[in-house]
């Protein structure tokens, strides 16, 4: 069975500071790996997902994840923050075993407030 | 395109009551899912559809949960009788399938049910 931990449920950072969000993850077999941001009130919207590759995956509004598999970890990551970036972030497994199966495991989340 | 649409987004109830949810995904799109979110969780998968087939239900509590989708497209989640601990926003979200869009997951805005 596949799981993700995320360090870190709450997350302040300045406005224009570097954003730097942590997901580890465990797989038996290759995963895929996903960040999902959730803003108030919404449903998740994908932001970057990693199957195979090249392991730096770039996704909207600029951010981006880098796969490391001898760490096991898929740290979300922009340069700059913006108020605008203010949400929830959810980072989720698939197992790349069972292709076609989309079923998503996710983290329990990391809030980001952006301080301005 | 429209995207996956969920009703009502707000439903309080007294425990015991019944209550049902509904969901129309994304035209096309074969895999219909639902998820339960409890606060400060991840979503947590109830059941997986491939077209009108319950392919993945085992973390749906069928003593009191119920789900259908009966010509593959729009479904319906039920719950009867309801329980306090059933307060949770309940998500809907579709997929495409496999191929270069695995994994991703597209997300209604969810239905909130707060048990009394």
């Known amino acids: 069975a596949q799981s993700v931990t995320q360090l870190g449920s709450h997350v302040s950072v300045s406005e224009g500071a570097l954003v730097l969000l942590r997901c580890n993850y465990s797989s038996s077999v290759p995963p895929y790996l996903f960040w999902y941001v959730q803003y108030p009130n919404q449903g998740l919207q994908l932001l970057l997902k990693?199957?195979?590759?090249?392991?730096l995956v770039k996704g909207i509004n600029g951010f981006e994840a880098e796969f490391k598999k001898s760490e096991t970890s898929f740290h979300l990551t922009k340069p700059s923050a913006h108020m605008s970036d203010a949400a929830e972030y959810f980072c989720a497994v698939s197992d790349f075993a069972n292709f076609g199966n989309e079923k998503l495991t996710f983290g329990t989340g990391t809030r980001l407030t952006i301080i301005p | 395109e429209a995207g996956v649409v969920q009703s009502p987004r707000y439903k309080i109830i007294e425990k015991k009551q019944p209550v049902a949810f509904w969901c129309n995904p994304i035209s096309g799109h074969n895999t219909l899912y639902w998820y339960r979110q409890n606060l400060g969780q991840g979503p947590e998968l109830l059941i997986r559809y491939e077209n009108e087939e319950a392919v993945d239900d085992s973390q749906l509590p069928k003593d009191r949960f119920s789900a259908e989708r009966l010509k593959g497209v729009d479904s319906t989640l039920k719950i009867q009788p309801a329980e306090l601990g059933d307060s949770a926003v309940y998500l809907c979200?579709?997929?495409?399938?496999?191929?270069?869009?695995?994994?991703?997951?597209?997300f209604g805005e969810g239905s909130r049910l707060t048990v009394l």
């Open positions: 990693y199957t195979t590759g090249a392991t």
């Open positions: 979200a579709s997929s495409p399938g496999g191929g270069p869009r695995g994994g991703e997951l597209f």
